[in-house]
Nanobody, 120 residues
Framework: QVQLVESGGGLVQPGGSLRLSCAAS????????MGWYRQALGKERELVATISRGGSTNYADSVKGRFTISRDNAKNTVYLQMNSLKPDDTAVYYC??????????????WGQGTQVTVFS
């Protein structure tokens, strides 16, 4: 059973920084890709950033230049460094891991979420 545990959320003022961590129960190299999603109150969950097994990254336009996703395979942990935070970044942030078996078969795993609140 895959477990993903997020940490690092909290309260921060606009312009501040936070680093989220996602610790996996097993080796993260077994996942095709990992990422961070977020869901603001009353809105749908949206992609924030992803990182592939090979290290390729992808970001939502709204966070490009401010957020950085990274991974430490030795620690089985994925990080999201968030700088220049804005009130619009307020959301529950979820860690995700995908294991692709074929184009028609993928297993998706989610963490429990961590709240990030940017207030002025």
């Amino acid at each position: 059973q895959v477990q993903l545990v997020e940490s690092g959320g909290g309260l921060v003022q606009p312009g501040g920084s936070l680093r989220l961590s996602c610790a996996a129960s097993g080796s993260i190299v077994s996942f095709t890709a990992m990422g961070w999603y977020r869901q603001a109150l009353g809105k749908e969950r949206e992609l924030v950033a992803t990182i592939s097994r090979g290290g390729s990254t992808n970001y939502a336009d709204s966070v490009k230049g401010r957020f950085t996703i990274s991974r430490d395979n030795a620690k089985n942990t994925v990080y999201l460094q968030m700088n220049s935070l804005k009130p619009d970044d307020t959301a529950v942030y979820y860690c995700n891991a995908d294991r692709l078996y074929s184009l028609a078969s993928v297993s998706r795993y989610w963490g429990q979420g961590t709240q990030v609140t940017v207030f002025s």
